[in-house]
């Protein structure tokens, strides 16, 4: 029989919630500061700076400690696709930019959903990145099935 995992702690299901909450927020943001400086990759670079700024005050005030041999040398170590991170979020940002507006939160938000349920169901099948593997099975296959469905729904309303 198979046993039933520890339940979930609230507090990082909703500090996710919240987060997930503030995504079509920032796309509707970057939409309309990519119709006013013309240009959604300008858009996207205010808002990565108005970021770097940001994370920077949070790490000065919050004293995180540089890794152990400093960033150099830890950065050294790593894998070449850890770097990604940060073009794909700027791709990401750069085409909120471009296409929340046009195609409306509710739509572009469904889409990107759709995106990462597909990337994430392969990831954690395959256990690639450092996730846990976490077989695909046809209740997620479903769910994903499902979405796909309602994203054609939101396009005929």
């Known amino acids: 029989m198979k046993e039933n995992p520890a339940p979930l702690p609230l507090l990082p299901l909703l500090i996710t919630l919240l987060a ?29 700076l108005i970021g770097t700024v940001s994370i920077l005050i949070f790490v000065l005030l919050s004293r995180v400690t540089a890794p152990e041999g400093g960033f ?6 790593l ?30 938000s469904a889409v990107v959903i759709a995106g990462q349920l597909l990337a994430s169901v392969t ?15 046809l209740l997620r296959l479903a769910g994903i099935a499902l979405l796909i469905a309602g994203i054609a729904l939101i396009r005929r309303g």
């Open 20 to 48: 997930g909450v503030a995504l079509p927020v920032q796309a509707g943001i970057n939409s309309r500061l990519g119709r006013e400086m013309g240009s959604p990759f300008i858009a996207a670079l205010i808002s990565f």
């Open 72 to 77: 150099g040398v830890t950065a050294s170590r």
């Open 123 to 137: 990831l954690d099948h395959f256990g690639l990145l450092g996730a846990e593997r976490h077989p695909v099975s």
């Open 79 to 108: 894998p070449w696709w850890i770097w990604l991170g940060g073009v794909i979020g700027a791709v990401f940002i750069t085409v909120s930019a471009a296409f929340a507006g046009r195609l409306g939160l509710t739509l572009f």
